[in-house]
């Protein structure tokens, strides 16, 4: 059963960096896509940022410049680098992995940033 768990979230002030960790298991095949979307409250899950296994990647506009994905293929691990915080990035983060035409999601992990 694939199972994707999520960590590294926390509060920091605007202007911090955290960093997410999210590790796929349950499979020792690669995933095709990992990556990240959030939902902050009283709004809709969006996509934060996405990566494929050959390391091709999508960023939302408000991630781009800000924040980094990465994936480790040979663990199923995707790692999300977020610098410059700001408070509107307060958000619950989800990990979200493809696997063979099916979504996986993670619990997610909460992340607040104070101004």
């Known amino acids: 059963q694939v199972q994707l768990v999520e960590s590294g979230g926390g509060l920091v002030q605007a202007g911090g960096s955290l960093r997410l960790s999210c590790v796929a298991s349950?499979?020792?095949?690669?995933?095709?896509?990992m990556g990240w979307y959030r939902q902050a409250p009283g709004k809709q899950r969006e996509l934060v940022a996405i990566i494929n296994t050959g390391s091709r990647t999508k960023y939302s506009d408000s991630a781009k410049g800000r924040f980094t994905i990465s994936r480790d293929n040979g663990e199923n691990t995707v790692y999300l680098q977020m610098d410059s915080l700001k408070p509107e990035d307060t958000a619950v983060y989800y990990c979200?992995?493809?696997?063979?035409?099916?979504?996986?999601w993670g619990h997610g992990t909460q992340v607040t940033v104070s101004s």
């Open positions: 979200w992995a493809l696997f063979y035409f099916t979504d996986y």
């Open positions: 349950g499979s020792t095949a690669r995933f095709n896509g």
